[in-house]
C-alpha cells in the first residue's frame, strides 16, 4: 500500500507515546516513537535516532516534556505537556449529527493583549468556526470543552462567551456552508 503524502504532527505522537507509558527514559522513547514514525521517517536520510532524539529536546525548550538527567534521563510530561495533549484530543474529536443548534463565541479582548487575542481567533478559525460579525464566531456542533481549554490556556475567563442559539434568524447561508442543509425541518 502506497502512502500518500500525509502531514504527521511529531509532537503529538512523541506527547501521546509519553502520557501511554509514563515515565520513560530517551534512549526508551525513541525506538518506541521511530515504530511508530517509521512509515513516514522511510524517506528521511538521516539517522532516525537522532532526528527524534533532537524532536525531544525541541519539546523540551518548549516548555512540553522534562528530561531528568539524574534519573537516566527519563521523560515526563510537563503541565504544558498534558494540556497540549488535551489540546490535540479535544480538536480532533468527530462532529456529531447536527442538533439544530449553533455554537456562538464572542470575545472583547483589550488592545494591550492583542497576540492573545489573534491566536484566539487563529486558533477558533482553524477549529473550524467561521465570523459572523466582529468578534462574533459560529459553529454548528458541540465546542464547549475546546473554548473552555482556550479561555484558560489564553487566561481569558470572562472575556470570551459562548452561547448555544436555538434559533438564528438569516441562517440559510450558515447551513450551506457548513453542508447542513439537509437538516432543514
Given amino acids: 500500500m502506497r502512502m500518500k503524502n500525509k502531514e504527521v504532527n511529531f509532537e503529538k505522537v512523541i506527547l501521546t507515546t509519553l502520557a501511554t507509558a509514563g515515565i ?4 526508551l522513547l525513541a525506538p518506541n516513537v521511530i515504530q511508530i514514525l517509521n512509515p513516514f521517517l522511510k524517506s528521511k536520510k538521516y539517522n532516525k535516532s537522532y532526528y ?6 525541541k519539546l523540551e525548550e518548549k516548555g512540553l516534556l522534562k528530561i531528568n538527567e539524574q534519573d537516566n534521563y527519563g521523560v515526563t510530561l510537563t503541565e504544558k505537556g498534558k494540556r497540549k495533549l488535551e489540546y490535540y484530543k479535544i480538536t480532533e474529536k468527530k462532529k456529531e449529527k447536527w442538533d439544530g443548534k449553533w455554537r456562538v463565541v464572542i470575545f472583547d479582548v483589550w488592545e494591550n493583549t492583542r497576540r492573545k487575542r489573534d491566536t484566539l481567533r487563529l486558533e477558533i478559525k482553524k477549529y473550524g468556526f467561521i465570523q ?4 462574533v464566531w459560529i459553529y454548528p456542533y458541540e465546542c464547549g470543552e475546546f473554548i473552555e481549554l482556550l479561555k484558560t490556556d489564553l487566561s481569558f475567563g470572562k472575556n470570551i462567551r459562548y452561547m448555544i442559539v436555538e434559533k438564528l434568524d438569516q441562517d440559510y447561508n450558515l447551513k450551506k456552508y457548513f453542508r447542513l ?4 425541518y
Avoid: M
Fill in 24 to 27: 520513560l527514559t530517551v534512549a
Fill in 52 to 57: 527524534i532524539k533532537e524532536k525531544i529536546k
Fill in 132 to 135: 459572523l460579525q466582529q468578534s
Fill in 181 to 184: 442543509l439537509s437538516y432543514i
